[in-house]
């Protein structure tokens, strides 16, 4: 059974910066296609980034682009969502999936399609 969970979130002042970890146990990652969503109070669930099986196709959604990059460590069995210059709107509980299609499909799903979730890591951007 997949298990996946997150760590790593937190608060932080505007233009900080956080690494979120997601570990893996029940499965190998790298016969997934990962993805990190967050989802805002009041507010549906984004995409944020995806990345493929091999690590070298990477998306993001347009509101981290250029501040947020997904990493998978093999050797660890961990993804990994570094985020700089993050900003009050970066407010929100994080999470992983794992799934069987392509990064770039997630990229436009909103996460419909993972089929395993982690139970998510808050994270709070305030002064």
């Known amino acids: 059974q997949v298990q996946l969970v997150e760590s790593g979130g937190g608060l932080v002042q505007p233009g900080g910066s956080l690494r979120l970890s997601c570990a893996a146990s029940?499965?190998?990652?790298?016969?997934?296609?990962m993805g990190w969503f967050r989802q805002a109070p009041g507010k549906a669930r984004e995409f944020v980034a995806s990345?493929?099986?091999?690590?070298?196709?990477?998306y993001y959604g347009d509101s981290v682009k250029g501040r947020f990059t997904v990493s998978r460590v093999y050797s660890k069995n961990t993804l990994y969502l570094q985020m700089n210059s993050l900003t009050p709107e970066d407010t929100a509980v994080y999470s992983c999936?794992?799934?069987?299609?392509?990064?770039?499909?997630?990229?436009?799903?909103?996460?419909?399609?993972?089929?395993?979730w982690g139970k998510g890591t808050l994270v709070t951007v305030s002064s």
């Open positions: 999936a794992a799934g069987s299609r392509t990064a770039r499909y997630y990229s436009t799903s909103n996460g419909d399609g993972m089929e395993s």
């Open positions: 029940g499965v190998t990652l790298s016969n997934y296609v």
């Open positions: 990345i493929n099986r091999n690590g070298d196709f990477t």
